[in-house]
């Protein structure tokens, strides 16, 4: 496949991740338990909200044209987007945190912590096939260059 071909498969397997952080912004905001709330739930706020601030430069990006500046923002987001996931909600101390602050709340609070796991599983699954589609992109543009750079060498020197 060609960069071309590949751009519009990234374009939609972002916004498919997009729309799963969402999800997960919803789950942890909006779905939130009322009452007293333990400050984990506060932290997750902000992590989905920063999240979601984080993709919109790349969700922008992938609608104009296809450069290196697209790939690049993009391939940034989907890197900020993947430490968000593995440091503040798929490690072993993020995940007892939850755990913990969740526990003896109810029934309403673990389905809230069930929620939340099962959205970042879905987030986490759609950032691997926009990975997957990046890396492709990139693949491409490499291909591309290499060509590029040889054919612009070869005629250099004649």
């Known amino acids: 496949m060609t960069l071309r071909g590949e751009f519009p498969v990234l374009a939609r397997e972002l916004r498919r991740f997009a729309a799963a952080w969402r999800a997960l912004e919803v789950t942890v905001v909006e779905d939130r338990p009322t009452g007293e709330s333990p ?9 989905v909200t ?11 990006a992938v609608r104009d044209r296809v450069d290196a500046d697209v790939l690049h923002t993009t391939a940034l987001a989907l890197l900020r987007m993947q430490r968000r996931l593995d440091d503040e909600f798929r490690c072993h101390h993020a995940a007892t945190d939850l755990a913990r602050a969740v526990q003896g709340r109810g029934p309403e609070w673990l389905g809230w912590a069930r929620s939340i796991r099962s959205g970042v599983d ?37």
């Open 39 to 47: 400050a984990v739930s506060d932290r997750l706020a902000e992590v």
């Open 50 to 60: 920063d999240g979601t601030a984080d993709l919109q430069p790349a969700l922008r």
């Open 122 to 158: 879905g987030c986490v699954d759609s950032l691997r096939s926009t990975e997957d589609t990046m890396l492709r992109c990139w693949r491409e543009a490499a291909e591309l260059a290499v060509r590029f750079g040889i054919k612009g060498n070869c005629e250099g020197r004649r």
